[in-house]
């Protein structure tokens, strides 16, 4: 029923022996240009592996080879771990893997080696999975001779007591992972398969699942895929790296094909689109086996790949090994631009990023209450009794009162800020309210969110004349807001932040008005509009001064 419980679950959830063989998914005409030709290619999803990538098998074996991990395990048994720290040389999924793995046996440190040219997403998210990471400087794949290389720093720290240094590169555990699960799962799903092609990063893939398969059927075709010279992909290596390489899979590879990294992200995107997700070495070896398909189609050979000669299409299997979404940046980098759909109004990434709220957004009855009843000020607050309804003029505009009762100095009247023309302003606005007319405002304007070029115009009017104001250091006068208005803008700015007072903004619908307190906010300024703006509030008798 594939439910893993118990003390073992997580073990027993990586452990491949108490899962279903992994899916091989044959991919459609439209993902197959030699469909017609008779070929059927297969996609094996190493993705679908807990850790979503190919290198959480040899993770298990390799860790296994040194004693740190056994699959059935005692929870007694791995409280007794003596390895307290595994080390390895690798930048990716290996180490990622095995983290996750050894953690769940009781070894919480594990350090990777990586070079310092490795992205920033890559070594954020290795620093997620709680790995400890060491950096090295030159280049960023070494042979595993190098002293100056990362396969033999980790080394070094792995001749430490309680330290264990898998060496995925000359580790027989490594193909031993392959030619247990993955070329065994291969032979069972599909026993015809014909054709198999993987990507060469340390050898271990190919040598395992080949030497798993060609046990079966010593005549069938495997290709292994190296990265064209002087690019790169991340997992595969250049031929010439891996000439040093212990494991043996020369004497397994028949054809041996240098891709390009565009072919690879390309194919991977377009796999990803259909819904084979899967990364940039998945596109990789999937190049790997065209090139060879459409070599020996024009050679006329083709055919030949079908070793039992019975008329059945030929049966190629490629793999899936990891999924795209630390590549994503890459992608846009590699891939031509027209392969991306446009974006509509791609000028609003620029603009209008700061943060919103409704509760920023007041109603009518709700700004009528915050014009006649003032908030405290925060040092009388903690003093001053909150007073009745009484104390107040229910009607500003009756009285040139600006700022508290006399009877309660410490309550402050909210400011207003109305961004309508002069002349709509000279008409009609509410008493004490400061006109700072937007040019780009008129009563008959849509939304600014129905018109992405109005809100990208009156964004950056509005940034300008709130956000981008320089700071100015100035000694605010008393709770008047009379005082307020009179200040420069930058002045007024600077005491609404200290102060303790609200902002009243109005516009002639509150739809820019909104716009304008999520960037009075972003600039420190208690901000608020109201639904409607002046058209709803120029219908409450009493506050309304002409």
């Known amino acids: 029923m594939n439910v893993f419980s118990g003390a073992n679950s997580l073990i ?47 993770a298990l ?76 400087g030159g280049p960023s794949q070494s042979p595993p001779q190098d002293p100056m290389g990362g396969i033999a720093k980790a080394a070094s720290q792995g001749a430490q007591p309680g330290v264990f240094n898998p060496n995925q590169y000359e580790n027989p555990a490594n193909p031993a992972a392959h030619e247990r699960w993955t070329g065994k799962q291969l032979l069972q799903q599909l026993p015809d398969i014909n054709v198999f092609a993987g990507g060469m990063g340390t050898g271990g893939t190919i040598t395992g699942t080949a030497t798993r398969l060609k046990q079966d059927q010593p005549d069938m075709h495997i290709i292994g895929v190296c990265v064209a010279r002087g690019d790169k992909i991340p997992g595969p290596r250049p031929r010439e790296l891996l000439e040093p390489v212990d494991f043996p899979w020369k004497p397994l590879v028949d054809s041996v094909e240098d891709v390009v990294s565009k072919d690879s992200y390309t194919l991977s995107m377009q796999l990803c689109r259909y819904g084979i997700v899967c990364g940039p070495s998945s596109g990789f070896s999937l190049q790997g086996l065209f090139q060879v398909l459409e070599r020996r189609k024009r050679q006329g050979t083709l055919a030949a790949l079908r070793q039992q000669n019975d008329g059945k299409p030929i049966q190629a299997v490629f793999l899936c090994c990891d999924l795209p979404f630390q590549y994503v940046d890459e992608y846009f980098t590699k891939c031509d631009a027209d392969m991306f759909p446009p974006i509509v109004n791609e000028h609003l990434f620029k603009v209008d990023q700061y943060a919103y709220s409704t509760s920023w957004i007041l109603d009518v009855a709700s700004a009528q209450t915050m014009l006649v009843y003032p908030r405290f000020a925060a040092q009388a607050a903690a003093t001053q009794p909150l007073p009745s309804p009484s104390d107040f003029s229910s009607d500003p505009s009756e009285s040139d009162s600006d700022t508290s009762t006399p009877a309660s100095p410490g309550l402050l009247r909210p400011a207003i800020i109305d961004l309508r023309s002069r002349a709509e302003f000279a008409a009609g606005h509410l008493a004490h309210a400061r006109n700072i007319p937007l040019s780009s405002l008129n009563a008959d304007d849509p939304s600014p969110y129905q018109d992405a070029v109005l809100l990208a115009t009156q964004f950056t009017e509005l940034n300008k004349r709130f956000v981008e104001q320089p700071r100015v250091e100035h000694q605010c006068p008393g709770n008047g807001v009379a005082e307020l208005n009179q200040l420069e803008l930058a002045e007024m700015l600077e005491c609404l932040r200290r102060s303790e007072r609200e902002v009243l903004v109005v516009d002639y619908d509150g739809e820019t008005a909104r716009l304008a307190v999520s960037v009075l906010r972003h600039a420190g300024v208690k901000a608020y509009s109201v639904v409607g703006g002046w058209g709803a509030l120029k219908g409450i008798g009493g506050i309304v001064k002409g």
């Open 12 to 58: 027993d959830y990586f452990n491949p022996d108490k899962n279903a063989p992994l899916p091989l998914v044959e991919l459609p005409p439209q993902l197959n240009p030699y469909y017609d030709d008779g070929v059927r290619i297969y996609a094996k999803m190493l993705t679908a592996l807990p850790a979503t990538n190919v290198k959480s098998l040899p």
């Open 61 to 136: 074996s390799l860790l296994e080879s040194g004693g740190v991990i056994s699959l059935d395990s005692t929870p007694e048994q791995r409280a007794a771990q003596p390895i307290h720290t595994v080390t390895e040389s690798s930048s990716g999924s290996t180490v990622t893997s095995m983290a996750m793995i050894a953690r769940q046996h009781g070894v919480s440190k594990v350090r990777a080696w990586m070079s310092n040219k490795v992205s920033p997403t890559k070594s954020s998210l290795m620093r997620f999975f709680g790995l400890e990471l060491a950096l090295f």
